[in-house]
């Protein structure tokens, strides 16, 4: 028995337009959240279901109604029932950038997409106290994450104290660095699961109800350097360093020169990439979510290929040494 589809129904039978409508799953992401396809001969829409005691809809409300004055294509809000979580949503499509990526289309998506971004980074200038910021505890419990679920949850690793004391210098390195960034608006999940391809202003976005104002490289990093997909090292450079330039040109603050875009740029990825690798093993051992083991390899290569980059990351290198880590 689903009791929450079944709320869920009944209350879409309540709205006129959608009396005798058909409702099929439509996504489930790394939230307690599920979305389903709402369809009659009139459209589509998009139900989410929300659990109230799990989930709070009211950030996704309102980064909604702010990346839509933005100019973004985020679904609308078309109706609510807050108590129960539920909303209806304007139907973006279903295909998704991480199943339409492919060698002769992604210098379009993803111009389409750096776009998209820019936007956001523009529209938020002046006003960074409208998101939460994302601070120096925000981001030392995401970097957590790695040593809490996956080294010792996952790999059943009892870390010494020289261990801790790698992983502790390699926080304290990454935070340091993304503090020091300009700060804009962050999606924070900027991704081929989450962008949608689309006839009219591509992409579509989703999943952004955890925007922060954070540092500038932050959602660069995650389309670039995907979890889900992988480009040539020389082609993620050529790309970030074009958004570094076009940065410089518009206005955006990018900083002051491409070696220091690049350095936030490359370890703005370790902190995320140990973050998605932890959240990764947490749904596995909590949440019985294990499909996303399956990206931890492609992730870890990221992290291996940036300690062998930059001396600096000598203690992350260390740890991932002596956790049977390195390649």
Not at 48 to 59: F, L, S
Not at 60 to 68: G, L, N, T
Request: net charge negative.
């Amino acid at each position: 028995m689903d009791e929450r589809l079944d709320k869920l129904r009944c209350w879409l039978h309540t709205l006129p337009e959608l009396d005798g409508c058909s409702i099929t799953s439509a996504s489930e992401d790394a939230s307690f959240r599920r979305y389903f396809r709402v369809t009659t001969r009139h459209g589509s829409w998009i139900a989410m279901d929300a659990p109230p005691e799990r989930e709070d809809t009211g950030p996704f409300r309102k980064i909604a109604a702010r990346f839509a004055a933005l100019g973004l294509n985020v679904p609308q809000v078309l109706a609510t029932e807050v108590q129960q979580g539920f909303l209806l949503l304007t139907d973006l499509g279903d295909t998704l950038y991480l199943d339409a990526l492919a060698p002769d289309n992604v210098a379009q998506l993803y111009r389409d997409a750096l776009g998209a971004l820019r936007t956001l980074q523009a529209g938020g200038q002046g006003q960074e106290d409208a998101l939460p910021a994302y601070d120096a505890e925000l981001l030392g419990r995401e970097t957590g994450l790695f040593a809490e679920w996956f080294l010792i949850r996952h790999l059943g690793l009892a870390l010494n104290d020289q261990q801790r004391s790698w992983f502790a210098d390699s926080e304290k390195l990454l935070t340091t660095t993304a503090l020091e960034q300009p700060r804009v608006w962050v999606h924070r999940d900027f991704h081929s699961r989450n962008l949608l391809v689309t006839g009219r202003n591509n992409p579509g976005i989703l999943d952004f109800q955890d925007a922060v104002c954070g540092p500038v490289t932050y959602d660069l990093v995650s389309l670039l350097k995907d979890c889900y997909i992988r480009w040539p090292r020389e082609q993620v450079e050529s790309w970030a360093l074009g958004y570094y330039h076009h940065g410089i040109d518009s206005g955006l603050p990018v900083g002051s020169s491409p070696e220091t875009f690049l350095r936030w740029f490359d370890w703005m990825g370790v902190q995320r990439h140990l973050k998605a690798i932890g959240i990764f093993a947490r749904l596995h051992h909590r949440d019985g979510k294990s499909g996303f083991l399956d990206d931890i390899p492609r992730v870890l290569g990221y992290l291996r290929e940036c300690c062998q980059s930059y001396p600096e990351l000598a203690p992350l290198a260390r740890l991932l040494d002596s956790a049977g880590l390195a390649e």
